[in-house]
């Protein structure tokens, strides 16, 4: 694959994704938002009602990833954009990918809240706490067996995201100042590929948000990141977006 696409190349992967709505969005007043899941997971999806109601519009949300409901904000695609990485990052990503896709378009953030970012490991693994410099040593790659954490003897395999994906880049700035992982972490597809794994994996270590958390992990205590749920529009919000973001500021975690 080509590491510049088209715009027009770009916006046709919007196409794929995890579209919400309600059939009646048809017949109504449509608003499009499109973008990061774990915003629509975590605060739209399961509010979807109660934001129709506040909005006066038929909310249509399609989940695929930050860079991309930016996009489809700039071409008009999209009404309001959803991205949970820091907004300078999330820009820079897009003109990578699109070298002048934003241009002189005015986006404005509108933070919503924020959801916790956690270790985890699996639940039968003795190690029941680390400190932040373990866990980036950890990632960088220094300490790669758990007896050096006072756990057995088995090599640390760490599982985590790909390469420019949102939380890892969060990961990556806030916990290892900018430095990348280490290139023998194993990378999945997404956030629940990597509960999945690492409830399988007694040797096992990751990161989720905690909307992605369940029996099968223990998380680690402690907070070294939090993920930023954020909502983006083109210049200054109407009156229905208005509503929409403070609805979803209601809502979401902070």
Partial sequence: MLNKLSLKGLLA??????????ASAQQGRVMEVHGSTTVARTVLIPHMDALNKATGRNIHVIANG???GIIALITGKADVAMISAPFEDV????ERKVPGAIGKTQLKEHRIGGVKTRFIVHPENPVRSLREDQLRDILLGRITNWRELGGPDMRIAIFTTKAGKGLRSLVEKQLLNGKAIVGTAQELAGLQQVVKVIGQA???IGFVNEPRLNASVFALPGVFAEQPLILVTKGDANNDVRALIQAMSQRAPS
């Fill in 202 to 204: 007694k040797h096992g």
């Fill in 66 to 68: 930050s860079s991309k």
């Fill in 13 to 22: 992967l919007t196409a794929f994704g995890l579209a919400f709505g309600h």
């Fill in 91 to 94: 820009k820079a990503s897009v």
